[in-house]
């Protein structure tokens, strides 16, 4: 009797890795939905307040200086080794390499290079925009401000809007953006959501940004997250050029293409059971209700009887070869008598 392997966690997840499909079947810009198109109009109008309430030198700038001499990292001063360590979370560098890391694993089990790219596509798109903004409007940090009270804009420097905030929106917002099921979409998004926000205040609590760099750098992050989707096309072109380069390449070297990967050794996961069990029922059926021949037409004649035939097997006959057998119906010759 045949069991089953129970399925683990650790396949579920491997198998909704392998649900998604090898290559985006168009190249046209997917549609953006009213939901999203209102968050994005949003958080645009916030982007562009943020920056004219510190232009003008609003109340905003007030509660920047108010906050920086509050100096957090002296009232709290007992967590200020943990918030060192979890500000690491917004950082390029060590942040890049982990979700580079867990995307160039997705896309060697997917056999596609849009999640790599995707990464790719949204780092360039950070380091334009919040590079642009931050060397445009050059405002100086808290630990650098020269005029108590002033926005301190266009002095050279390079902290509106907050990197190391909107980076941690849109590293971690990537794993919810390229997620294969909405459940998971949803965990993420509120994960990475919570990174980012604690990331922020870190920065806020160390005294490296004011409080309008943190909700410029998360508006700025979320922008980029809600245009990713205008890039698809882009980001599909490329992998299908990559791909094709490959190809020559090998093709040119005299490499063989790459034969297909052999059926995994073991019981493998079921993605359909309803179907499979339908198709192990079918070839479990016996061969006795498959429809009958039709009957073959014998010519007139003398045919041999049943009985007089040799029941003949794939290695010849079963009964051992007589001499002295002679077929039935044949009269016995008398044997002769022989005296005493």
């Known amino acids: 009797m045949r069991t089953e392997r129970k399925l683990t966690r650790l396949d579920r997840v491997f198998a909704r890795l392998d649900r998604e499909p090898e290559r985006p079947a168009h190249l046209d810009v997917p549609r953006m939905s009213r939901h999203r198109v209102a968050l994005l109009t949003g958080t645009l109008a916030f982007?562009?307040?943020?920056?004219?309430?510190?232009v003008t030198t609003s109340w905003l700038v007030r509660l920047d200086w108010q906050v920086m001499f509050f100096r957090p990292y002296q009232q709290w001063s007992g967590i200020h080794w943990f918030v060192d360590y979890y500000v690491v979370l917004g950082q390029r560098g060590p942040t890049a390499?982990?979700?580079?890391?867990?995307?160039?694993?997705?896309?060697w089990r997917q056999h596609t290079l849009r999640p790599l790219l995707t990464l790719g596509v949204a780092l360039l798109l950070l380091n334009i925009t919040v590079g642009a903004a931050k060397y445009g409007m050059g405002r100086l940090g808290p630990h650098y401000a020269t005029v108590i009270g002033s926005?301190?804009?266009?002095?050279?420097?390079?902290?509106?809007?907050?990197?190391?905030t909107a980076n941690?929106?849109?590293?971690?917002?990537?794993l919810a953006y390229l997620a294969s099921t909405p459940r998971a979409r949803r965990w993420l998004s509120a994960l990475s959501a919570v990174t980012s926000l604690g990331v922020g205040m870190a920065t806020v609590y160390l005294g490296t940004h004011w409080l309008s760099d943190v909700l410029?750098?998360?508006a700025a992050g979320l922008l980029i997250l809600l245009a990713l989707p205008w890039c698809e096309p882009l980001i599909a072109l490329a992998e299908a050029r990559i791909l094709d380069l490959r190809d020559r390449r090998r093709a040119r070297g005299g490499v063989p293409a790459?034969?297909?990967?052999?059926?995994p050794v073991g019981s493998p996961v079921l993605l359909n059971p309803r179907a499979n069990a339908t198709e192990e029922a079918a070839a479990r059926e016996p061969a006795a209700r498959a429809p009958r021949?039709?009957?073959?037409?014998?010519?007139?004649?003398p045919h041999t009887a049943?009985?007089?035939?040799?029941?003949?097997?794939?290695?010849g006959s079963r009964r051992p070869p007589h001499s002295d057998r002679v077929p039935r119906g044949t009269p016995t010759p008398a044997r002769p008598l022989t005296g005493g």
């Open 151 to 164: 926005n301190e804009m266009g002095l050279g420097g390079d902290i509106f809007p907050s990197g190391h």
């Open 306 to 315: 049943r009985s007089e035939r040799m029941p003949v097997t794939p290695i």
């Open 47 to 54: 982007y562009l307040a943020i920056v004219w309430a510190v």
């Open 168 to 174: 941690a929106v849109v590293t971690w917002g990537i």
């Open 97 to 107: 390499v982990m979700v580079a890391a867990w995307l160039g694993w997705r896309s």
């Open 293 to 301: 021949a039709a009957p073959a037409y014998l010519a007139p004649g």
């Open 258 to 263: 790459p034969a297909p990967a052999p059926a």
């Open 216 to 218: 410029l750098g998360w």
